[in-house]
């Protein structure tokens, strides 16, 4: 299985389609928020199924705060993280995962890529593809791959600007 995962596009969406392509096949299209009135074109861009959640800036959208799902047998936990201090650090959003049993959580808002691994869970941003924040400012995403052994794999990913 084959999931991209992105954040912070802020209505910038543009180069969203080139890294769909890029990056084919896909089983699933992360979007950890901060669309910004892009859900539409995010979803008919995708191409497969697509989990969204609300982002701090995404005042008037349906998109739901944080949602539960599975990607193969690992329970993923997807939430845009501002509500967990993730600008701080990642020990409340990584706790609050163990307390949903999930596997995998994924997040944004900081603009900055980040695989964590902790005691019986991952924690995922893939950064930000419009205004990244790390050194060397460029835009980035994440890879994922369960292989047959359901085991993870990850890739960070950058774009050449």
Known sequence: MRVLIVSDTHGRAEQLGSILQQNQPLNYLVHCGDVEGDED????????????????????????????????????????????????????????????GADIVMFGHTHRPVVEEGKNIVALNPGSLSYPRQMGR????????????????????????
């Not at 460029?138 to 600007?161: C, G, Q, R, T, W």
């Open 41 to 100: 074109y995010i979803r008919a861009l995708a191409g497969c199924p697509v989990y969204m959640v609300k982002g701090n800036n995404d005042f008037f959208c349906d998109l739901p705060r944080e949602e539960e799902f599975y990607l193969g047998n690992c329970k993923v936990f997807l939430t845009h993280g501002h509500y967990y201090g993730v600008s701080m650090d990642l020990e409340g959003i990584m706790d609050e995962g163990r307390a949903r």
């Open 138 to 161: 460029k835009p980035s995403y994440i890879v994922m791959e369960i292989d047959e052994k359901n085991i993870l794999h990850f890739a960070i990913k950058y774009v050449d600007k």
